[in-house]
Nanobody, 127 residues
Framework: QVQLVESGGGLVQAEGSLRLSCAASGRTYSTYAMGWFRQAPGKEREFVAAISWSVGSTYYADSVKGRFTISRDNAKNTMYLQMNSLKPEDTAVYYC????????????????????WGQGTQVTVSS
C-alpha cells in the first residue's frame, strides 16, 4: 500500500505560479511511476504530467507543456508540480497518483495505470 498526500493548492491570479507537492509513504520502494491528474467541475479527470520514479523521464499533457514542470525527490519520497503562467482553465482539483507494478507498454498518461491516489488539492486561477 502507498499513501499519498497532496499540498500546495490555492487561489492565484492568472499568470501566477503555484507549486504542488505529493508526499508518499508506505511501500514506496517499489514505485514505478507517479503522476498528476486534474478534474474540473463537470469534466472527466485528465492527465497533466508524470514521471518515471527510477529514471526520471517526464511526460506532459500538451495543454501544460512549457508551463508546468514535474520533478521528484527520491530521498523524500516526494513529487512536485511547479505550475507557472497559470490560466483560468487550469482551475481544477489536482490529484497525485502512484503505481508500484511493472506494466508492459506503460504510457504514464492513463488513469488505469495508477493504483494509488491522493485526496486532491484545489487549484483556482482567477482571471
Amino acid at each position: 500500500q502507498v499513501q499519498l498526500v497532496e499540498s500546495g493548492g490555492g487561489l492565484v491570479q492568472a499568470e501566477g505560479s503555484l507549486r504542488l507537492s505529493c508526499a508518499a509513504s508506505g511501500r514506496t520502494y517499489s514505485t514505478y511511476a507517479m503522476g498528476w491528474f486534474r478534474q474540473a467541475p463537470g469534466k472527466e479527470r485528465e492527465f497533466v504530467a508524470a514521471i518515471s520514479w527510477s529514471v526520471g523521464s517526464t511526460y506532459y499533457a500538451d495543454s501544460v507543456k512549457g508551463r508546468f514542470t514535474i520533478s521528484r525527490d527520491n530521498a523524500k519520497n516526494t513529487m512536485y508540480l511547479q505550475m507557472n503562467s497559470l490560466k483560468p482553465e487550469d482551475t481544477a482539483v489536482y490529484y497525485c497518483a502512484a503505481d508500484t507494478r511493472y506494466r508492459s507498454g506503460r504510457t504514464y498518461t492513463r488513469l488505469n495505470e495508477y493504483a494509488y491516489w491522493g485526496q486532491g488539492t484545489q487549484v483556482t486561477v482567477s482571471s
